[in-house]
């Protein structure tokens, strides 16, 4: 409904960013702001012309249309028939993320439709439909623009050429969306800066270092002059090396087949799901089918996965089991993000012991040279 009543404000030439202006479009006072660039808006003017009832319900048909799609695409990319692993996922998993999406009405679906239908196209060879496809997932939350070095990840020879174009349009994007104003895209950044959720709804890991921060400076005082931020940047840089350099072991033969660029979608989008300082309750369904990729390449650990990602934060057995752990209110309020931790950890054990089997580059030449001398 917020998405209908700033597309309605902004159709009216009022500031969508206001609450005063959505309390007088909608009749009634409105709480919750509109956080994104105002492009989505004109995607979602359509809907404006539609009564509200009947705007929601084709909005929500939509959503549901795209996870029947995503389904598919899944099963796609993965090229296995785990329909129903994934069917329990999409119920279950990451504490119910596509129910909240759905209750929620957020774009994360229709976001991870896109991005899903990228990456196979990215499995498939399509490299510049790719690139534009993250550019186009990236209107309304800017992040997806993460995975357009996959690109350079590729044999295409023009992955260079794509990579450079679509990283400017991209860069571009926001300030053109903001009526060419590098200032309103300043204050819009400023304004979600400014937004501060934590536990269940924001299972990430700035906002847990935050609480992690408060909870101990409250008993030693001198901890209260760490600085989380300082923190999250530190864990970034260590998962990403550690990441970059279990992915570099795999790269010593210069083949790039269907296998190993699925491997190295899956672990961006592990990270990404892992890292970003701000991911949402909802938008852990695009990590879903990560779930199926990591159990499947370690023995015997897919059911056991499934179980984990398909427990809820809000009502589990293990809950009560561990109310008197230490810190147990912190696990199961930052429960999607120990799971996306499990799944990073267990991508980087499969990469580590696939490079273990993986001839060197010095092995390769030699078997080069002694084909040449035979």
Same mark, same amino acid.
């Given at each position: 409904?917020?998405?209908?009543?700033?597309?309605?404000?902004?159709?009216?030439?009022?500031?969508?960013?206001?609450? $005063?202006?959505?309390?007088?479009?909608?009749?009634?006072?409105?709480?919750?702001?509109?956080?994104?660039?105002?492009?989505?808006?004109?995607?979602?003017?359509?809907?404006?012309?539609?009564?509200?009832?009947?705007?929601?319900?084709?909005?929500?048909?939509?959503?549901?249309?795209?996870?029947?799609?995503?389904?598919?695409?899944?099963?796609?990319?993965?090229?296995?028939?785990?329909?129903?692993?994934?069917?329990?996922? =999409?119920?279950?998993?990451?504490?119910?993320?596509?129910?909240?999406?759905?209750?929620?009405?957020?774009?994360?679906?229709?976001?991870?439709?896109?991005?899903?239908?990228?990456?196979?196209?990215?499995?498939?060879?399509?490299?510049?439909?790719?690139?534009?496809?993250?550019?186009?997932?990236?209107?309304?939350?800017?992040?997806?623009?993460?995975?357009?070095?996959?690109?350079?990840?590729?044999?295409? *020879?023009?992955?260079? *050429?794509?990579?450079?174009?679509?990283?400017?349009?991209?860069?571009?994007?926001?300030?053109?969306?903001?009526?060419?104003?590098?200032?309103?895209?300043?204050?819009?950044?400023?304004?979600?800066?400014?937004?501060?959720?934590?536990?269940?709804?924001?299972?990430?890991?700035?906002?847990?270092? *935050?609480?992690?921060?408060?909870?101990?400076?409250?008993?030693?005082?001198?901890?209260?002059?760490?600085?989380?931020?300082?923190?999250?940047?530190?864990?970034?840089?260590? =998962?990403?090396?550690?990441?970059?350099?279990?992915?570099?072991?795999?790269?010593?033969?210069? $083949?790039?087949?269907?296998?190993?660029?699925?491997?190295?979608?899956?672990?961006?989008?592990?990270?990404?799901?892992?890292?970003?300082?701000?991911?949402?309750?909802?938008?852990?369904?695009?990590?879903?089918?990560?779930?199926?990729?990591?159990?499947?390449?370690?023995?015997?650990?897919?059911?056991?996965?499934?179980?984990?990602?398909?427990?809820?934060?809000?009502?589990?057995?293990?809950?009560?089991?561990?109310?008197?752990?230490?810190?147990?209110?912190?696990?199961?309020?930052?429960?999607?993000?120990?799971?996306?931790?499990?799944?990073?950890?267990?991508?980087?054990?499969?990469?580590?012991?696939?490079?273990?089997?993986?001839?060197?580059? *010095?092995?390769?030449?030699?078997?080069?040279?002694?084909?040449?001398?035979?």
């Amino acid at each position: 409904m917020i998405y209908y009543w700033a597309a309605k404000a902004q159709r009216a030439g009022l500031d969508p960013y206001n609450l $005063d202006n959505l309390s007088r479009v909608a009749g009634q006072r409105v709480v919750l702001p509109y956080l994104y660039p105002p492009a989505i808006l004109y995607l979602l003017r359509p809907f404006t012309v539609l009564p509200l009832g009947t705007a929601v319900a084709t909005y929500v048909g939509l959503k549901v249309a795209c996870l029947a799609g995503l389904m598919l695409i899944w099963r796609a990319c993965l090229e296995v028939r785990d329909t129903l692993v994934l069917f329990v996922l =999409v119920i279950l998993g990451f504490s119910d993320a596509v129910f909240n999406d759905l209750f929620a009405g957020n774009v994360a679906t229709l976001e991870a439709f896109v991005l899903w239908i990228a990456f196979l196209s990215l499995l498939r060879g399509r490299t510049i439909l790719f690139a534009v496809l993250v550019v186009c997932a990236s209107v309304a939350k800017l992040t997806p623009l993460f995975f357009l070095p996959l690109t350079l990840l590729t044999t295409d *020879r023009r992955r260079f *050429r794509i990579f450079i174009a679509t990283a400017l349009v991209g860069g571009v994007s926001p300030i053109i969306s903001f009526g060419g104003s590098p200032s309103r895209l300043w204050q819009y950044l400023k304004m979600l800066g400014g937004v501060d959720e934590r536990g269940p709804t924001n299972s990430a890991i700035l906002p847990l270092l *935050r609480d992690i921060h408060e909870h101990l400076a409250n008993r030693r005082a001198m901890l209260a002059a760490i600085s989380p931020t300082a923190v999250y940047v530190a864990i970034c840089l260590v =998962v990403v090396a550690i990441t970059a350099m279990a992915v570099g072991r795999t790269m010593r033969t210069p $083949d790039v087949d269907r296998g190993v660029l699925l491997e190295r979608v899956m672990g961006m989008v592990i990270v990404y799901a892992f890292l970003l300082p701000r991911f949402k309750d909802y938008s852990y369904c695009l990590l879903l089918p990560a779930v199926v990729f990591v159990g499947r390449r370690i023995k015997n650990a897919l059911p056991l996965l499934v179980f984990v990602a398909g427990l809820t934060s809000r009502n589990t057995l293990a809950r009560y089991a561990l109310d008197d752990f230490p810190l147990a209110d912190l696990l199961w309020r930052y429960f999607n993000l120990a799971v996306a931790c499990i799944l990073w950890l267990g991508f980087i054990s499969h990469i580590w012991a696939r490079s273990t089997t993986l001839p060197s580059s *010095r092995t390769l030449r030699v078997s080069e040279t002694s084909g040449v001398l035979r």
